[in-house]
Structure formats: structure tokens, C-alpha cells
Nanobody, 125 residues
């Protein structure tokens, strides 16, 4: 069983919305910061957002601030990424990851303890 499983990707028109989910299992996810990365074809992977274990602290890449919102439900071992006002440049495979280190801007530079396999988001008319 995979430790992190993403869902919710798909095709959406520019300006539309999607909500991604990341379901954790097999480890004590409630103690981990969990976040999202994305990788577009031909591009390097980039950090999108993370949330602390309690949900009290979040961090966002400048490119998604004001449009994306991360949240978590520790009772369901699930983290969500609400994506609004989507743009074609948001097209990418979105990966969920977990790491014990605190969620802050440097979190995305750490080696993650757990990864999901990704879900594809395509923003196109």
C-alpha cells in the first residue's frame, strides 16, 4: 500500500477550480508536515504548498499565493489542495509528499520521507 495517494486531478478550463486530495496511510501522518510539489513537462519539480502537522502553519509558492489553499483533516489522514483561478501554466503532475521537518519556505528543499505517485492537472480550453 502506497503511503500517499493523490486524487482529484483532471482537465479544467482556465479560470476554473479543482480540489486535490492526498490520502495518507501506513505511517503516523498526523505528526508530519505534508505538502504538494508539481512538475510540468520539461521543467524541474517545484514546491507548491505545505502545511504543518497541526494545520496551523502553511506556506505557498509565490506563483500560487491567493489562488491555492492547502488544508488537512487529521481525523481522515487527508490533505487537500483547493486550486482556484487556474491558469494554463498550472498544468503539471502534482505530487503529495510528507516530511517530519517543519513547514516553512525551506521545507521544499528537504529530502521527503514519503511521496505519492502524482495526479495530472491540465488547464486548457
Amino acid at each position: 500500500q502506497l503511503p500517499l495517494v493523490e486524487s482529484g486531478g483532471g482537465l479544467v478550463q482556465p479560470g476554473g477550480s479543482l480540489r486535490l486530495s492526498c490520502a495518507a496511510s501506513g505511517f503516523a501522518a498526523r505528526y508530519y508536515a505534508i505538502g504538494w510539489f508539481r512538475q510540468a513537462p520539461g521543467n524541474e519539480r517545484e514546491g507548491v504548498s505545505c502545511i504543518s502537522s497541526s494545520g496551523g502553519s502553511t506556506n505557498y509558492a509565490d506563483s500560487v499565493k491567493g489562488r491555492f489553499t492547502i488544508s488537512r483533516d487529521n481525523a481522515k489522514n487527508t490533505v487537500y489542495l483547493q486550486m482556484n483561478s487556474l491558469k494554463p501554466e498550472d498544468t503539471a503532475v502534482y505530487y503529495c509528499a510528507a516530511d517530519f521537518s517543519p513547514c516553512r519556505s525551506s521545507w521544499f528543499e528537504y529530502g521527503m520521507d514519503y511521496w505519492g505517485k502524482g495526479t495530472l492537472v491540465t488547464v486548457s480550453s
